[in-house]
Structure formats: C-alpha cells, structure tokens
C-alpha cells in the first residue's frame, strides 16, 4: 500500500515537471528573429528608432505642447501602412472631435480603409450620456476585434474621456483630484493586453504641462503615470522649427524605445502643408551622404520610387540592414534643441 502510495506522487512530480518544462527554453535556443513594425511614415525617425517603426500589438506615446504635429505623426503613420499593405484597416478614436478628413487626403490617405469612431456623433445618435468609461470601453471593443494594423486615440486628454464621477461633482470638491489618472490607468492596463493579442498598435497623444515646482524640471505628461511604463516606445515632438506659411520643420526626440535603445535620439524633417513630407527625397539625401548612390543619379533613383513604392522600400530595408552609422550617433551630436531648454530631461 505504502508503494502504491510512494508511486501515484511520483507520477504527479513528474506530470507537475512536465507541464512546467513545457513553459519554458533555453536561453541559448533563441535566436535573432527582428521586429515586426509599423513604419511612423516619417523615414528619419523609422531610421533614428533603429527598428523601422512602431512595434506592433504594442503601446506607443507621442506628446508634445500644443500645435506640434502629434496628430499628424498618427496620420503619417497609417498612411504610409496603407500604402505599404493594399488589405490593412485602421482606426482613429477621435476623442478631441477635431479629424480633419481633407487633410488627410491631403496626405495622400485613403478614407475608405481608415474607420472614424467619434464618441460625440455615437452618444447623441444613440441617446446615450457621453463619459470617459463608456468612451474607454467602446475603444477596447474596437481594437479587440482584431481587424485593425494601427489604431489611434487622439488624444488622452480629450473632453470625452472625462470620468462620469468627474462630471457629477462640483468644481471645488477636493475628491476630485486623481480620478481621472486612476480611469486612464485602468484603461492602459486592459489596453495593452488587447492588443498584444490582435496585434494592433496603439498609437495615443498626450499633452505636455507644467508642474508648478520651484527646483528640477517643470514637464510633465497629465492622465496618469501608468502610460510611460507600459508603453514600449515614448516620442516628444518640440515647437516647430522655421514655420512659413507652406510649412515648418518637425522636430523631435525619441524618449523612450526598449527595442531599439535609442532614446535620445533627436530627428528634425520639414513639412509641407500641401504635400506633406517627402520621405523618397529624405532617403535619396541619405543615401547619397553614405555613397550608396552618386549625386547625378539621384533624379533617377527618385523617378524610380515615385513610380514604384516598391523601390522605395527596397533602398529603405537596405539601410536598415547595413545600419548605417549616420543613424547611430548619440545625441550629444546634435544640437536641434537648445540646451538650456532641457527638452529631453526625463519628466
């Protein structure tokens, strides 16, 4: 009996180390596989991030101060999926109610392949009291579905995330304070899972404010902190740079990339407001910095990109694969920023 006994939890140790076994591999066993991404649609900054874009079935975080470019990174980005792959969906939650859809057919976007979830026009439609739960529930829903590459919420600080406790209380109630940090918390939380498991990126904007300190560095980024530790990659856009009326400059650094580790890196492009930015003329230009091409070839290398996305994509996968050094300097070697403006001081 006492065999028996000794026998049967043997059996249940070496069933326990099986299944344990099952959940785990060597180190040694894994290899360099890469990174599947969504390119930013921005060509020096999938350079700068060292992998070609934004991680996919991830959290991403680009901020700024207000009127510098984040929603139009968002733009960018799903245009330049679209035109990369003819059968992706994507999705923007307009959560400030301020997408402008001519502009992005400016942009060379096509509306027919990017869904539009606006929660004013759905709780007036549907008689329903607008609020940041119900708001933050609907997105979940959405990019649970699975169907969408790239999915964007412009921005976290949009009127219609408000909590509903923050809209039944008065304005100089002290328990307000933090209510509406904890909701957005919670929404990272869900979020992130989500779309690690349908694959879908999830690019948010946030602001940028000023803490009221008298020592260290004033910036910081509301709605919460739980945001810049879940998010993989984190991208501060700064105040323009030679604005015209045809366009500026974008310019920008990169805060946070666990991937690539790049942080610090800073990136400027110019933008025009008719045609938004020329990434074959930006890779024709580096191209020809790192004597890939001569500078009399460059109007048919051009030609050659314009005509045939293809091409374009060839020369870009070709840089990345030789990892040029232009794109591997540490930013102590560029001065885009002024110093004393402590743009790139963790906040």
């Known amino acids: 009996m006492k065999q028996e006994k000794t026998d049967s939890k043997k059996t249940k140790k070496k069933k326990i180390v099986l299944k344990l076994d099952s959940l785990i ?20 900054i999938d350079m700068k991030l060292k992998i070609g874009g934004y991680l996919k079935g991830r959290l991403v975080e680009i901020y700024g101060e207000e009127h510098t470019g984040k929603t139009l990174m968002t733009i960018l980005a799903i245009i330049e999926e679209q035109r990369k792959n003819k059968d992706s969906l994507c999705l923007f939650c307009d959560a400030e109610g301020s997408f402008d859809t001519n502009w992005f057919k400016t942009l060379g976007g096509d509306l027919s392949r990017l869904d539009i979830f606006n929660p004013y026009e759905v709780a007036k439609v549907n008689d329903i009291e607008l609020c940041g739960e119900w708001t933050y529930d609907r997105i979940i829903e ?3 579905t699975g169907k969408y590459s790239i999915a964007v919420l412009d921005s976290l600080m949009g009127p219609a995330l408000l909590s509903k406790v923050l809209l039944e209380k008065d304005m100089e109630e002290k328990e307000r304070l933090g209510i509406r940090a904890r909701l957005n918390n919670g929404f990272v939380d869900r979020v992130s899972l989500v779309t690690i498991n349908t694959g879908t990126t999830l690019i948010i904007t946030n602001h940028l404010m000023q ?15 739980r945001l810049k530790f879940v998010a993989e990659q984190r991208l501060r856009i700064g105040l323009p740079k030679d604005k015209t009326a045809v366009g500026h400059t974008l310019r920008g650094g990169i805060i946070k990339n666990k991937r690539g580790a790049s942080a610090g890196l800073q990136f400027e492009i110019y933008l025009s407001y008719e045609e938004g930015i020329d990434n074959y003329l930006e890779l024709v230009k580096m191209m020809i910095k790192e004597n890939m091409i001569k500078k009399d070839e460059k109007d048919k290398v051009l030609k050659e990109m314009r005509e045939d996305y293809s091409a374009f994509q060839k020369y870009k996968d070709e840089i990345l694969r030789n990892k040029i050094s232009l794109f591997n300097q540490e930013s102590k070697d560029s001065d885009i920023f002024d110093e004393e403006e402590n743009e790139f001081e963790e906040d």
């Open 211 to 225: 803490k009221l300190i008298a020592f260290g560095n004033p910036d910081t980024t509301p709605g919460g902190k």
């Open 142 to 144: 959405l990019i649970g």
């Open 25 to 44: 591999k060597k180190a040694s066993d894994y290899h360099d596989i890469g990174y599947d991404v969504y390119s930013t649609g921005i060509l020096p």
